[in-house]
């Protein structure tokens, strides 16, 4: 029951970060921001060998930081 109870309230915990980052996300995305985003930190991102795009991952990351 103790297993079960941690269950959920781990469960709730990611889903309170993941729930409003995913709309967040999906919000920048369908308007377009993502790509201006991605742009702007493309040079920063390319030292590291990543593309612009996984540079709102990296700063989703730090920000959450489960």
């Known amino acids: ?12 915990k990611l889903l ?3 729930l409003p ?3 967040l996300v999906k919000i920048l995305s ?3 921001i ?9 040079p920063v991102m390319g030292i ?3 593309s ?3 540079g709102i991952v990296w700063a989703t990351a730090m920000t959450t930081n489960i």
Do not use: A, P, Q, W
């Not at 269950?7 to 709730?12: G, T």
């Not at 790509?35 to 493309?42: A, H």
């Open 21 to 23: 980052v995913s709309i």
């Open 30 to 32: 369908h308007f377009g």
């Open 52 to 54: 612009g795009e996984m």
């Open 1 to 12: 029951m103790k297993l079960l109870k941690d269950s959920i309230n781990i469960s709730y």
């Open 48 to 50: 590291m060998g990543l």
């Open 34 to 42: 993502i790509e201006t985003i991605s742009r702007g930190i493309s």
């Open 16 to 18: 309170k970060i993941m």
